[in-house]
């Protein structure tokens, strides 16, 4: 039988291999609706979402730089060795051998402690936009748990380099550990595989930021978009005043809303490199298990945690205090309120003004207190038989609650709040505080973890603000 | 009574009827398999990871150090062994006292400073005396010690476990 030269004429294998990829004849039709663009956003989207100062495009500006991290810290697996004797020295090697290797580990180093800033002023955005009731509720724990894997990621990364910065400030903050009543010291050799530092934790910290962390983050990071398009995308402010519409004002994905991430996005990453290329990763000397470095500190994102360190119990500074806060965070979104105000930054007038108050309260009381504790209280000399606990612990604490709670008696007073303006004008003071403290770690402590200048820190530790990154 | 609405309810909609029974025990049965599948996966993952000891080598941090004769180390002197992780005091009256250089804070090493007679750990500013007791917070404890015996007059220090105490006194101190 002749073959059929007559028939309509069939594609050719390359030209199979490259028709296969739109799969049907009705995805081919479609093919915009089948890219994979609109698994991540919906074909249109209320216009008013797309305004910059509704979102900042902080949620976005973490995903690129998570993005630039698994790029980069996939190129730095290839030269580094996670083992105490040869760990430093890959560094060195990375750095002076390695063609570009300085820029990737910068680029590594720079993009992780941005991502840490850009998620922490996502979560704010959401917060003071109302962007957690209803349907969103459970979307913000999952952004919670993230924030925690990239604080996770963050610090097994810290450890890596094996040079004085990172080895003590894993010890400090390991030594925190310890303080966790009955699960603490089995804890703390469980996270550093002994009694010491040594090779097993170096291990255990570069399994945790190579492969656990980051298939964790893999997961749970989809989820969380998935979960903003099933609440029919990000939180949208209300009409403007006087105006009814039926049906607000919808724009189509492509092209508004992908350019504009795409310019976010290169804006980010040119940003990143400016950094990179204009400033060093810290590396100090390899670690000496025999000598601590004067001051030894924690990660910056974590000073704010040393700093309660000095002014409170262990077990109220690293257990009840942090449980506490986390515990806040989590409630946030299920805690009864009267009026629910979504899209709005900060609420209403009334809610800007008792923000306002509330940070200027906890700026302005913190560094007060910090200096009176360190100067002038000294409960465990003025109280010898009472134990530590008591005098160290709940003694500070008690004026600190009574401060907050004479501060929310009078801001009822004085501003009738509504349940949830009060909410958010407690979580600024906290907030604030929390920053400030960590502000005086980083900044205001020097020599013996004494406060002191940020000009009479020295020369020397000038430039650790954010020491022994990647 | 109840059993027969559900019952009816089953046949007017199956899918919404809770499962009863038969059906119910052994959903209930499949949870319980899970469950234990997921605790037994839990307690392997867990016992896997648990921290091991290492085998010290000899003379090496963990295992049992000779750190010399009673004579080599004069009355009020303090002596770092860098192998072992130790201070050896000898103090005035000639007792013996092993302290680890970790301090009780977080774990920084401490330093000797011999014209004041301190440890000074330079993380957090605690200081100690030269029996490892606490004279400045924010330390919560004294130093913790390591068990000395004496052989004929030479001094043996075993790292393998640090003694933690909550006040720092004489008879703490091994006399020759």
């Known amino acids: 039988m002749p073959k059929a030269e007559h028939a309509p004429q069939r594609p050719g294998l390359i030209r199979r291999f490259i028709d296969s990829y739109g799969q049907s004849d009705r995805e081919k039709k479609h093919s915009r609706r089948g890219s994979l663009v609109f698994h991540l956003h919906p074909p249109t989207l209320p216009e008013r979402t797309l305004r910059l100062t509704l979102t900042w495009g902080l949620g976005g500006m973490g995903l690129v730089l998570f993005l630039l991290l698994a790029l980069s810290g996939t190129l730095l697996l290839f030269v580094y060795e996670p083992f105490p004797g040869s760990a430093y020295i890959s560094i060195h090697t990375l750095q002076d051998d390695v063609l570009f290797g300085r820029l990737v580990r910068n680029i590594h180093h720079w993009s992780a402690n941005l991502l840490v800033v850009v998620a922490l002023l996502h979560l704010l955005r959401v917060f003071f936009t109302g962007g957690f009731h209803d349907r969103r509720r459970f979307n913000w724990l999952i952004g919670l748990g993230l924030f925690g894997l990239v604080l996770a990621a963050n610090f097994t990364g810290y450890l890596l380099p094996w040079d004085q910065l990172s080895y003590w400030a894993i010890t400090i903050c390991t030594g925190m550990i310890e303080y966790v009543p009955w699960l603490g010291p089995g804890l703390q050799t469980w996270v550093r595989g002994g009694a010491e530092i040594g090779p097993r934790t170096l291990l255990i910290f570069f399994t945790m930021h190579t492969a656990l962390i980051p298939v964790l983050l893999v997961t749970a990071m989809p989820f969380h978009f998935w979960r903003v398009r099933k609440a029919g995308g990000v939180v949208a402010p209300p009409p403007p005043e006087g105006v009814a519409e039926e049906r607000p004002p919808r724009a189509p994905s492509v092209p508004d809303l992908v350019l504009r991430e795409l310019v976010a996005g290169l804006a980010l990453i040119a940003l990143v490199l400016v950094l990179a290329v204009a400033f060093n990763a810290p590396l100090a000397g390899e670690a000496n298990p025999g000598m601590s470095p004067d001051p030894a500190k924690a990660p910056w994102y974590f000073l704010g945690l040393q700093e309660l360190l000095f002014h409170f119990h262990p077990f109220f500074a690293v257990v009840l205090i942090p449980l506490a806060l986390i515990a806040g965070l989590v409630l946030l979104p299920y805690l009864r309120y009267d009026t629910i105000t979504a899209g709005t930054w900060f609420i209403s007038e009334t809610g800007r003004r008792t923000a306002l108050v509330a940070a200027i309260a906890a700026l302005a009381a913190t560094p007060l207190a910090v200096v009176l504790d360190e100067k002038l209280l000294r409960f465990s000399v003025w109280l010898p038989g009472v134990p530590a606990v008591l005098s160290e612990g709940l003694l500070p604490a008690v004026p600190a609650l009574l401060a907050v709670a004479g501060f929310r008696f009078w801001l009822n007073r004085r501003y009738q709040p509504t349940r949830e303006e009060l909410v958010q004008a407690l979580f600024v003071l906290l907030l604030v505080v929390l920053v400030v403290l960590t502000i005086t770690g980083i900044w205001f402590r020097g020599s013996g973890m004494a406060l002191c200048w940020p000009w009479e820190r020295g020369a020397v530790h000038g430039l650790t603000i954010f020491a022994g990154g990647p | ?176």
């Open chain 2, 1 to 176: 009574m109840a059993d027969a609405r559900k019952k009816m309810n089953r046949d007017a909609e199956p899918a919404a009827a809770a499962p009863s029974g038969r059906r119910g025990f052994l959903r209930t049965l499949w949870i319980g398999l899970g469950v234990v599948a997921a605790v037994e996966a839990v307690a392997l993952a867990v016992a896997f990871l648990r921290p091991w000891k290492p085998k010290p080598g000899a003379d090496a941090f963990g295992g049992v150090i000779t750190a010399g004769p009673v004579d080599r180390f004069e009355p009020g002197s303090v002596t770092p062994f860098r192998r072992g992780q130790f201070y050896l005091v000898r103090l005035e009256d000639g007792g013996f006292l092993a302290l680890s250089r970790k301090c009780t804070h977080l774990g920084c090493t401490v330093n000797w400073r011999a014209d004041e007679q301190q440890f000074v750990c330079p993380c957090h500013a605690s200081v100690f005396d030269a029996t490892g007791g606490v004279l400045t917070a924010p330390a919560p404890r004294p130093l913790d010690t390591y068990e000395i015996s004496i052989e004929n007059r030479t001094i043996m220090v075993d790292t393998a476990t640090p003694v933690r105490r909550d006040t720092s006194d004489n008879a703490q101190v091994t006399r020759v």
